[in-house]
């Protein structure tokens, strides 16, 4: 499979640059499938296609303002992007200066406060900071908005670029499928006999690198540490006994769940990085059904989508919602995918 086969154009003006003012006011594109039928709906509405017995999975990571600012001790500027906290004061961070800095160089941040420079792994370079990591980012960071936002940070977005239910810090992304969900609508889902439970995946900058090769099955993922307790295992089997479905809300859930299946495709408690690929011709062990966002052109994530709900359904779909003046990607609207029982993939399409 070609990376562009799964291109489609998407105007400028589609691009959410901000949420609206109610998380759940968005726009629900439902997608059924078997069918392949599209019905348009809004968020809120997405009570009516749950079940009693149902078992909706999140992941409950938090967004750490990982993007910092400073100079190297020879004056030139640079920023830091914290991509992954190793301990109280060291983390792996992408770093951007005119010339990188060199082990034992120091890096001075606006607030006076420093870190060194250790070694270099790859495109990331290991820092020891000066203090504890999370408190400094929590005084002095900024939220690491996508690239596609194309704007500053605003206060805002402290809480807006974060869902209602975070609670463990380490993500330099959101898990936006999330974002539109409040606390009343989590209690609505509840009271109508839906079972709620939380994955942990910290999502890295690297969910929003492109995919660089011409063949998809030669990328290689970027890593991400993911947990998948007993619990959630014992609701799984729970949901399954009773005939209920497994509804993963956003891709890094449904990473997740399928990290965490054995060579039988049984889910079983994981703690531990994955570089799991999901793209059509892949398939789903425990996933029944996905809330998710739009995704950008050629991604990973459109790739999954793609192996979720069929390739054709899947860029009909996105065709639609281009049509439909939807709203993409982290502060735009969602879609709720049930699973295509025979997808196919792009070398099968008419």
């Known amino acids: 499979m070609r990376v562009a086969d799964f291109f489609f154009d998407l105007p400028e003006s589609l691009i959410a640059r901000y949420p609206l003012a109610e998380r759940r006011a968005s726009r629900l594109l439902v997608l059924d499938g078997k069918s392949g039928d599209l019905r348009h709906r809004h968020f ?55 010339k990188s800095p060199r082990p034992g160089s120091r890096i001075l941040l606006d ?115 993911l947990q998948v307790s007993q619990d959630v295992v014992d609701a799984v089997a729970a949901c399954r006994a009773r005939s209920g479905r497994v509804i993963a809300v956003g891709t ?15 889910l079983v408690p994981f703690s531990g990085d994955t570089e799991i690929f999901l793209y059509p011709g892949k398939p789903f062990h425990v996933v029944d059904a996905l809330v998710t966002n739009f995704h950008l052109p050629e991604s990973t994530l459109i790739m999954l989508v793609s192996a979720f709900a069929g390739y054709t359904e899947t860029m009909a779909a996105y065709a639609e919602a281009v049509k439909q003046k939807y709203r993409f ?20 399409r008419s």
Not at 252 to 266: C, F, Y
Not at 331 to 343: H, K, L, V
């Open 111 to 225: 607030d006076g406060s420093g870190a060194e420079m250790l070694s270099r792994q790859g495109a990331l370079f290991e820092l020891l900071f000066d203090e504890d990591i999370l408190p400094l980012l929590e005084r002095i960071g900024h939220m690491p908005l996508p690239p596609y936002i194309e704007r500053p940070d605003e206060a805002a977005d402290r809480e807006r670029y974060q869902t209602v239910y975070a609670r463990h810090a380490g993500a330099v992304a959101a898990p936006t499928a999330g974002l539109h969900f409040d606390d009343e609508l989590l209690a609505a889902i509840r009271a109508k006999g839906v079972e709620t439970v939380f994955v942990t995946l910290h999502v890295g900058a690297g969910t929003f690198q492109p995919v660089r090769v011409e063949q998809i099955e030669t990328h290689r993922m970027h890593r991400e540490w």
């Open 44 to 98: 809120a509405d997405m009570l009516e296609y749950l079940n009693p017995g149902d078992l909706m999975v999140f992941n409950d990571t938090r967004v750490i303002p990982a993007r910092l600012f400073g100079r190297k001790e020879s004056g030139g500027k640079l920023e830091i992007l914290v991509e992954r906290v190793i301990d109280s004061r060291r983390a792996l961070a992408h770093v951007r200066s005119s």
């Open 252 to 266: 890094t859930s449904v990473r997740s769940l399928e990290s965490a299946t054995d060579a039988n495709g049984v």
């Open 329 to 348: 990607f982290s502060y735009g609207d969602a879609m709720f995918i049930t699973r295509n029982p025979s997808p196919c993939g792009p070398e099968n």
